[in-house]
């Protein structure tokens, strides 16, 4: 844990794990003090926080449960990324959709099972130093069924869906691809429904905008596909970056302190709308001052809007 005062940065770690920062952390000559906490000390974090800065529950603000909750005003701060960040983030995205895609393009339907899809993708990511946060692989019914298909080792014979969370230097992307063994005229037309809702929910997610708004559109594009009520089934996704997700909230959160949060350039947003049946489309993109930019993409997967890179991941019928 960060502890951030106006004296010294300290990193507060598990005596546990002291002995390993200590041979390979290197963080003392980058000017971080190291303080061990007592594995085993009921609220050891908080005691030893409040006596290095010296101050009394309400002054020690936090994201974690600590003295003051301060999440979304920390939060709000951590989203708008730097042009390091965005350049991790580009290459993160470009990374993690080239793994999944090619672990998906593995897929020997009726022999492959969904384990060994999983395990492609997270050797894929492992390779390039990264991990699945969330990895789920599903196929047939058990995708038309259900909106998380978890592996349970099936063979899967006629539809994959496969979705991963990948994390990196701290930070988060999110993709989802589906490809079936032959053309599928349902699938297809419930996935340009989809993807019209998040080409609506996109198009209001730019800044000046507030992350209302967007929910808001999102609504509207569930009602424009005649579905009015379907993102109920299921959580929609939204801002994403240090977190999975910064925040979840459904077109009914004005409640919320985020409801009202302005968007800013050089945020990130990975939505996820989706129908039952099998159809869902989620992709993570950067918001600029021009639009939106799609970092999960390649140059070798199906858009619905092809050309268009922003355009939601189409359904690959694999040849």
């Keep these: 844990m960060w502890l ?23 963080l003392e000559e980058l000017g971080f003090k190291i303080v061990s906490v007592p594995w085993y000390e009921e609220d050891g974090f908080e005691r030893m926080a409040r006596e290095i800065a010296q101050c009394g529950p309400d002054q020690l603000l936090s994201d974690v449960g600590m003295g003051r909750d301060v999440t979304p005003e920390l939060t709000a701060q951590r989203m708008i990324l730097s042009g390091a960040e965005c350049t991790i983030l580009r290459w993160l995205g470009a990374e993690s959709a080239r793994v999944l895609e090619s672990a998906v393009r ?43 298909p978890v592996m349970n080792g099936d063979v899967v014979h006629e539809l994959l869906m496969a979705a991963v969370v990948v994390r990196w230097s701290g930070l988060h992307v999110a993709a989802t691809r589906i490809a079936v063994t032959k ?49 109920r089934d299921h959580w929609q996704g939204g801002p994403i970056g240090y977190g999975q997700r910064e925040f979840e909230l459904s077109p ?53 809007d092809e050309g268009d890179p922003t355009s939601a991941a189409g359904l690959l019928v694999l040849s």
């Design 4 to 26: 951030v005062d106006a004296r010294e940065p300290t990193l507060l770690i598990s005596s546990v794990e002291i002995p390993r920062f200590g041979a390979e952390g290197g």
């Design 106 to 148: 593995l897929w020997q339907p009726g022999v492959s099972a969904d384990y060994s899809i999983a395990a492609d993708i997270e050797f894929g990511l492992e390779a390039i130093g990264a991990e699945a946060v969330c990895l789920i692989v599903g196929g047939d019914e058990r995708v038309r069924k259900f909106r998380h």
């Design 183 to 231: 053309p599928d005229e349902g699938l297809s037309s419930d996935l340009s429904l989809v993807a019209s809702v998040a080409r609506r929910t996109l198009a209001a997610t730019k800044s000046a905008s507030t992350w209302g708004d967007a929910y808001s559109a999102m609504s509207q594009g569930y009602r424009d596909v005649g579905h009015g009520q379907a993102w």
């Design 252 to 304: 009914e959160s004005s409640h919320s302190p985020y409801w009202s949060l302005r968007i800013e350039q050089n945020e990130a947003v990975a939505w996820n709308p989706s129908l039952h049946g099998g159809a869902k489309v989620e992709d993570t993109y950067l918001i600029g001052e021009s639009g939106i930019e799609c970092v999960t993409t390649t140059d070798e997967w199906p858009r619905v």
